[in-house]
């Protein structure tokens, strides 16, 4: 393997210890619930879920939301982030990140 390459793979795995560089603005994504698997979707800052819970109450949310939320917080907007611990949206608990 040339030098080069073997520096590109350095970096990037540097990059990977360091998620708060990425900005995801979309995603898409099978979440394999406790019942069924579910689709969710990040698209022009709205989540959806194909699950019963997301499209019967008015939060907007459910748990499979919640979850991805939270996995992949680091790499998402205060405004489409979820505080697990705190129970409350990261952007109206006034959280910056």
Excluded at 20 to 31: G, Q, W
Excluded at 70 to 80: D, G, K, R, T, W
Aim: charged share 20%; with cysteine; aromatic share 6%.
């Amino acid at each position: 393997m040339n030098s080069s390459m073997i520096g590109k793979i350095e970096k990037a795995h540097r990059y990977a210890r360091e998620p708060e560089r990425v900005r995801l603005s979309c995603v898409e994504a099978i979440f394999q619930g406790s019942h069924d698997a579910y689709q969710i979707r990040l698209k022009d800052g709205h989540w959806t879920c194909s699950c019963h819970t997301f499209s019967s109450h008015a939060v907007g949310t459910c748990s499979h939301v919640m979850a991805l939320q939270h996995m992949l917080a680091e790499m998402l907007p205060n405004s489409l982030r979820y505080d697990i611990d705190a129970e409350t949206p990261m952007a109206a608990s006034g959280t910056t990140g």
